[in-house]
């Protein structure tokens, strides 16, 4: 073998044994994805196409908001989650699979205000202590469009107090059940 030969063969093995392996785990199907900044054509898409399901996408987001809402910088964004999440979430695949998306939010997790009442096991009290174990005897028109779309309530946001009604003075995020919420993005 000449030398031009052997040096040519000699680089190219090297470099199949040193981007073999980083290729090889390029190819896998990743394990966790980057779910924060998914649009809601995105999140279908992937329900759609099986790379997820409504579930696997709340699981997501729900621990993404024990990260970063309730550890981490403590945003304090998120006042109350749906104790039946993770079980609306498998009956909306199982509908999915059965007759199809009911809308395009179908299947999608949402969080809502504090002060948009839900009938179920969430309580609304636009984040005042006042409220607190407050459950009301029906959906809002905005909770119920919600849910007939098939969305996903996986929790209430914190706000201000009353939705800032008691005075044009008070502090902005901020309510006695929730605490000041905090930017995520200028921590």
Not at 13 to 32: T, Y
Not at 151 to 180: C, D, M, P, V, Y
């Amino acid at each position: 073998m000449k030398r031009r030969k052997f040096l040519k063969y000699s680089a190219l093995g090297s470099a199949a044994v040193v981007a073999g392996p980083s290729l090889a785990r390029s190819a896998k199907k990743p394990e966790h994805v980057d779910m924060e900044e998914k649009t809601v054509a995105q999140l279908r898409q992937m329900m759609e196409s099986g790379e997820q399901t409504t579930r696997s996408i709340a699981e997501s987001y729900l621990q993404r908001i024990e990260q970063i809402d309730k550890q981490g910088p403590a945003i304090n964004a998120v006042i109350e989650l749906n104790p039946d999440a993770l079980e609306i979430a498998d009956a909306l695949d199982l509908e999915r699979t059965e007759k199809g998306p009911r809308s395009p939010m179908h299947g999608v997790p949402v969080l809502i205000k504090d002060n948009i009442d839900t009938a179920d096991r969430m309580t609304t009290t636009a984040g005042s202590l006042a409220l607190e174990g407050s459950i009301p005897p029906r959906d809002s028109f905005v909770a119920r469009r919600l849910r007939e779309g098939g969305a996903l309530i996986l929790g209430k946001t914190n706000l201000s107090e009353w939705a800032n009604f008691r005075s044009s003075r008070s502090t902005s995020g901020w309510s006695s059940r929730g605490g000041q919420t905090k930017n995520p993005y200028a921590l």
